[in-house]
């Protein structure tokens, strides 16, 4: 059956012109930067009440289910939430695809995209510019919903950014948690602002005129060389005269962004400091179980909640499983040190990596003997482990068991599935 207008209610891709008129009435009155703006009926007037302002593309289908991904156990007809509002997914390139692309493939992909009649969407914007310094003004202009009253904004108060911004994030309604653009924006100007102090500090006025001639006289072609050399992974050390003024360069944006959270310098600094760590040296318990609609719902509304979770989680596993702070050694022995950094890959699914040492352990040198003399027990017992841990198995039911599942749901046609085409 075509989409009711209870799906088009769900879907949150409604401009209501009623809704809008009132929450611009509403802001006309209250808030501060709002005073001077008109209201266009005619504008108004071209937005549907009831249905999306797009075209909606409807393929028929009995499921949404991929029958390779069912197990034994999954008797739902299909994939989704059966009330409130439906979540919204982009189908598109990912943060984790865009990373490995080069610029010249992007411009590509948009070319393509446009030469073939594919939509842009365009933000209105003034002509003048809004500077991210000494601005209360910004966040309330950019988040209206946040800041109802156009009060409050970064910078208002005595507070530094960051701890304005934190003390924002814990606000009681978690209202600056929630919302999909104000961590973003939020962490993108901190990072703007690291790298500019990073540039400002480093082209101070007695050093301006040599960096800018180390700038414009830099080989293009072996700079280009050394970054295909580095990507290749090879060890790459400057001999001539233009790699060392390459290298220089390097190292000037090295300065610049070594501050920037998230950069690749910072990254770099993280691994010097693992390197420099490698060198030398009867209660009851009943949680309340949610649901997969819910814990779903939880982590999409509230990404900061998530990942402060994550965090509390690490620190426990660090102190009670590791045994690092406490009194007690850890599951693998007594923790001497350890360096972990956190991760996501684009979809904002954090997870850690850990370098663990043991007090008494064996030495890097002491394992790799160990591990290459094919007649130790070292390796004999490594060898024991790796194939106990690495189990080719179903946890779902036997191989047979989960053939007849796929088959059973390979037969079964797709339930409806709505597109919305821009």
Not at 134 to 146: K, R, S
Not at 162 to 170: F, R
Not at 189 to 209: E, I, P, R, W
Not at 265 to 282: G, H, P, Y
Request: with cysteine.
């Amino acid at each position: 059956m075509i989409p009711t207008d209870e799906d088009y209610q769900r879907a949150p891709v409604l401009v209501r012109r009623r809704a809008v008129r009132d929450a611009l009435e509403w802001l006309i009155l209250n808030h501060f930067d709002y005073s001077d703006v008109a209201i266009s009926d005619e504008n108004l007037s071209k937005y549907p009440e009831d249905s999306p302002p797009v075209s909606v593309v409807y393929k028929q289908s009995d499921t949404n289910k991929i029958a390779e991904a069912m197990s034994v156990h999954d008797n739902s007809d299909e994939e989704g939430i059966d009330s409130g509002e439906v979540p919204f997914i982009v189908h598109g390139l990912m943060g984790d695809q865009l990373g490995t692309k080069s610029v010249e493939s992007l411009k590509g992909i948009a070319l393509k995209h446009w030469n073939s009649g594919g939509k842009a969407l365009r933000v209105g914007h003034s002509g003048k510019m809004e500077s991210i310094y000494n601005n209360p003004d910004l966040y309330p202009q950019m988040f209206p919903w946040l800041f109802p009253y156009g009060l409050g904004g970064i910078g208002s108060t005595s507070l530094c950014d960051s701890a304005h911004k934190k003390q924002l994030l814990m606000y009681h309604d978690k209202r600056f948690q929630k919302d999909l653009a104000f961590p973003f924006a939020a962490f993108s100007h901190q990072q703007v602002k690291a790298s500019a102090t990073g540039g400002y500090l480093l082209a101070d006025k007695a050093n301006f005129q040599e960096i800018t001639d180390r700038l414009l006289d830099v080989d293009q072609n072996v700079l280009a060389d050394i970054a295909k050399r580095m990507e290749r992974g090879d060890v790459v050390k400057p001999e001539t005269e233009e790699e060392k003024r390459c290298f220089q360069v390097i190292r000037d944006l090295d300065h610049v962004g070594g501050k920037v959270n998230g950069s690749v310098t910072s990254k770099k600094f993280m691994r010097n400091e693992i390197w420099s760590l490698v060198a030398n040296q009867d209660e009851k318990f009943e949680p309340i179980l949610r649901t997969d609609d819910q814990r779903f719902r939880l982590i999409a509304q509230n990404p900061v909640a998530a990942a402060r979770f994550f965090d509390f989680m690490v620190k426990l596993f660090i102190k009670h499983v590791l045994g690092f702070g406490s009194d007690h050694p850890g599951l693998y022995g007594e923790t001497s040190v350890y360096y972990g950094t956190v991760e996501q890959q684009g979809r904002l699914t954090l997870h850690l990596h850990l370098l663990l040492w043991i007090r008494n352990g064996l030495t890097p040198d002491e394992a790799r003997k160990a591990i290459m003399d094919p007649t130790s027990p070292f390796q004999r017992e490594l060898v024991q482990y790796l194939e106990a841990v690495h189990q080719g198995e179903f946890t779902t039911g036997t191989l047979d068991e989960v053939r007849e599942a796929v088959s059973a749901a390979s037969q079964k046609n797709a339930l409806p599935v709505i597109a919305v085409k821009n």
